[in-house]
């Protein structure tokens, strides 16, 4: 009767199903940390995620699972759990609650690196952009609309490769460029 209890909760990722396909892991681990604010088994599946893709030599899929680790390490559930993150840690090796901005660009830097390769300008704009966002969190200005300046080029290059694509923009939102300048009006950007 007492191991029932030690095994529901024993589980890092308690409620959700058991999957060794890392694109689910990916999944889940999103809904770890983004809806669920359990950002702790979140980061196992990522780093599982990115042994598998490895192991499997699956670059789109590796790239996939750095932005997720980038979205991670910038993730609002990390604050909430900053007592634990200041005292333990991350899985990631060097990783703390105070440099964890610097590994969300880190991880969002190897994404990008992997997307150039395949000259997927829709998903370099958008790392660039969620570079941009992770740099005006750590009060890195210059560099923040630098990376908006880098997105909204590659969301152009995209549109003229695939002009009847669609890119999903908040509600109220006209085109991506109004976009980008909204946020770089808001951080002063030249």
């Not at 030599?57 to 932005?67: H, K, V």
Request: charged share 25%; aromatic share 14%.
């Amino acid at each position: 009767m007492l191991v029932l209890p030690l095994l529901i909760f024993g589980c890092a990722a308690f409620g959700l199903p058991v999957t060794s396909d890392p694109a689910k892991k990916i999944g889940q681990a999103y809904q770890l940390f983004d809806e669920q604010q359990r950002p702790l088994p979140a980061e196992k599946l990522i780093r599982d995620s990115i042994d598998i893709y490895k192991e499997k030599n699956d670059l789109a899929g590796l790239s996939e699972a750095y932005r997720a680790y980038g979205f991670f390490f910038r993730s609002g559930a990390i604050e909430k759990w900053n007592k634990h993150y200041k005292s333990k840690g991350f899985l990631e090796t060097g990783a703390t609650f105070e440099n964890r901005y610097s590994y969300s660009i880190k991880y969002f830097k190897k994404a990008r690196a992997i997307y150039l390769g395949n000259f997927r300008y829709d998903a370099l704009a958008n790392v660039y952009l969620n570079m941009g966002f992770t740099y005006a969190i750590s009060k890195e200005n210059m560099k923040a609309c630098e990376m908006f300046d880098k997105s909204n080029a590659n969301y152009e290059e995209h549109m003229k490769n695939h002009p009847d694509s669609k890119m999903n923009l908040p509600k109220g939102v006209v085109s991506y460029e109004d976009y980008i300048v909204e946020h770089k009006k808001r951080l002063s950007c030249e």
